[in-house]
């Protein structure tokens, strides 16, 4: 049995909406008593069409958002509670790759610098380190070293996405939140970006959590998939057995949605 990284239990994030002075204000439930776990080494897909509450999900987890109730623990330790130094030690082992990689990159800022300031903010290596740090990464993304000093204005979507993949990987992190990570490239070059993800997941001993909306992404690179609908879990199962057998209404439409070739 796989170690358990991630407990999730009960969790909840509600949102208190102001409709006005004469009026009660509204309860938004935009995670609602959500349980699950990751196992270290697994790729566990999240999926669900926009405002399920999946991406509200990956934000407590990393700490952007505090959840209304419910725990979160990561390697036994309630990451509800963590402040200071031991709140910098958890970020520094769980990441991020955002959805869009326009606006992900500072547009001033050249590649080494976006990659390598996790690493200077982070550590006490040298330049000279983080530079050498910061190619190393690049080459594993595939990333030529002459673009080190480039600007992102001057990439590809896929190009953009592989500089937010090595910057996500600059800490050693033992788990990524793949927040959307394809939905903003081409179909071509989604399965570029996937086939370099599970590539970095075996040889970086990588746990995924990875966020999307389209169930045909996620197919063959899930070992588990949630399923969320208004903010709660309608179904959890491993890849082959939703896919084969979805249970839930809501899932079956799900699947219903992808396209389909004809000859």
């Not at 740090?133 to 896929?158: A, C, N, T």
Request: hydrophobic share 40%; with cysteine.
């Amino acid at each position: 049995m796989s170690e358990t990284i991630f407990q999730i239990s009960h969790l909840k994030k509600y949102y208190e909406i102001n409709l006005g002075l004469f009026k009660a204000p509204k309860i938004v439930k935009a995670v609602d008593d959500v349980s699950f776990e990751v196992k270290k080494g697994e790729i566990l897909s999240i999926v669900g069409e926009s405002g399920c509450g999946k991406s509200t999900t990956a934000k407590m987890i990393l700490k952007i958002e505090e959840p209304t109730a419910g725990k979160i623990l990561f390697e036994g330790a309630d990451i509800t509670k963590l402040r200071g130094n031991d709140l910098t030690e958890y970020r520094k082992k769980v990441q991020i790759i955002f959805q869009d990689p326009y606006s992900s990159l500072n547009p001033r800022w050249k590649v080494g610098q976006i990659i390598g300031e996790p690493l200077k903010l982070n550590s006490d290596m040298s330049k000279a380190q983080i530079k050498e740090r910061v190619l190393y990464l690049m080459d594993k993304v595939g990333m030529l070293p002459e673009w080190y000093d480039r600007y992102p204005h001057q990439f590809s979507g896929g190009q953009r996405q592989r500089i937010g993949i090595a910057r996500a990987l600059a800490l050693n992190p033992e788990i990524i939140i793949c927040d959307e990570p394809v939905s903003a490239l081409d179909v071509s070059i989604q399965a570029q970006v996937l086939n370099l993800l599970l590539d970095l997941q075996e040889e970086f001993n990588l746990t995924y959590i990875f966020i999307s909306h389209d169930l045909s992404v996620v197919n063959h690179i899930s070992d588990r998939i949630v399923v969320m609908y208004f903010g709660s879990i309608v179904e959890m199962k491993s890849a082959q057995e939703l896919f084969e057998n979805p249970e839930h209404a809501y899932t079956q439409k799900l699947l219903s949605a992808i396209p389909k070739i004809t000859l």
